[in-house]
Every structure is written in C-alpha cells, then in structure tokens.
C-alpha cells in the first residue's frame, strides 16, 4: 500500500520561509514523479511543482522564484522550499505521486497524502 506523508506545515509572517517535505513509502516504483498541490478554502486544488525521476522541474508562475522542489538521495522523499511567503499561499498543501513522466494536471496523479495545512499572516 503506497503512503504518503507529508511535514513541514504550520504558521509563519508574510515574507518568511517554510520547507515541506513528502516521504513515499509502501512500494518501491521507479520512474515516479512527485508533486505537490494547494487548496485554499472555497477554491480547487492547484499545482504547485513537480519533479520528475530525472530531477526536471517544473514549477507554477505563481511561486516561480520564491519556491523550490527538490528530491532527497533515495528519490522517495520530496521538498518544497518556500521563501517570501504570502498571504495568498494560506492552503493545505498536499503532496502526489505518479508513475511517469512529469506532470502538472491533479488528474496524472495516483496516490495522495492527507496534506499539511500553511498559513501564511500578513
């Protein structure tokens, strides 16, 4: 049974920093590509950034250059660095997993964690 677990959230000022992490357990798959998601109250759940087994990243315009996705050395585990936190990224963050290629769409994506909640005040 594949889990994911993600860590990391919690509450923090506009303008700092939080790192998520994502740990993939339960089945051993190669060729996986992991990606983490948000949710904000009253909206659908967007994308965020992906990285796939080869480590090409892609992340949304939204967080480009304040976020970053990143695999640990074992490849079942992934960050999301986030710097110059706003307000507007308060959501529940949850992190996914597919076997393939990269991907940005929700519906690519087999197995979800139970997310982690980021508030951000201003």
């Known amino acids: 049974q594949v889990q994911l677990v993600e860590s990391g959230g919690g509450l923090v000022q506009a303008g700092g920093s939080l790192r998520l992490s994502c740990v993939l357990s339960?089945?051993?798959?190669?060729?996986?590509?992991m990606g983490w998601f948000r949710q904000a109250p009253g909206k659908e759940r967007e994308f965020v950034a992906a990285i796939a087994w080869n480590d090409a990243r892609v992340h949304a315009d939204s967080v480009k250059g304040r976020f970053t996705i990143s695999r640990g050395n074992l490849k079942n585990t992934v960050y999301l660095q986030m710097n110059v936190l706003k307000p507007e990224d308060t959501a529940v963050y949850y992190c996914a997993a597919r076997i393939g290629a990269i991907a940005t769409m929700r519906s690519a994506y087999d197995y979800w964690g139970q997310g982690t909640q980021v508030t951000v005040s201003s």
């Open positions: 339960g089945r051993n798959f190669a060729n996986n590509a």
